[in-house]
Nanobody, 121 residues
C-alpha cells in the first residue's frame, strides 16, 4: 500500500491551495484518513482526520479555514486550505488507516512521504 500526496508548493499569505493524497495497493477498506504537518523544528501535529462515516476532527487553528474531503471510490483524501498564514508553513503528511488484502484483521497506519507547503510573500 502506498500513499501519494501532491499539491504543495510556495503560496502567498491568504492563498488557497488544495492537497491530494491517493492510496493505492491491496486495499480492502480505509477507516480513518487525515492530514498531519510538521513545521521546521517542531513535532508532527494533527491537522484534521476524517472517518469512514464522515466524522471530522480539526485542529483548532485551522478550523474554518481548512476542509477535508474524501472520494472513497478513488481512495483519495483532499485538504482544501484557505486563507493560509505563514504559521501554516510545514511539510504536510497524509495518513490512512487501511485494512489490506481480504479484510481479515485490523487496519494499519500508512503514511505518505509529505508535501511541503511554504506560505510566504
Amino acid at each position: 500500500v502506498q500513499l501519494q500526496a501532491s499539491g504543495g508548493g510556495l503560496v502567498q499569505p491568504g492563498g488557497s491551495p488544495r492537497l491530494s493524497c491517493a492510496a493505492s495497493g491491496s486495499i480492502f477498506s480505509i477507516n480513518v484518513m487525515g492530514w498531519y504537518r510538521q513545521a521546521p523544528g517542531k513535532q508532527r501535529e494533527l491537522v484534521v482526520t476524517s472517518t469512514s462515516d464522515g466524522t471530522t476532527t480539526y485542529r483548532g487553528s485551522v478550523k474554518g479555514r481548512f476542509t477535508i474531503s474524501r472520494d472513497n471510490a478513488k481512495n483519495t483524501v483532499y485538504l482544501q486550505m484557505n486563507n493560509l498564514k505563514p504559521e501554516d508553513t510545514a511539510v504536510y503528511y497524509c495518513n490512512a488507516n487501511i485494512v489490506v488484502g481480504t479484510g481479515v484483521g485490523y487496519g494499519m497506519d500508512y503514511w505518505g512521504k509529505g508535501t511541503l507547503v511554504t506560505v510566504s510573500s
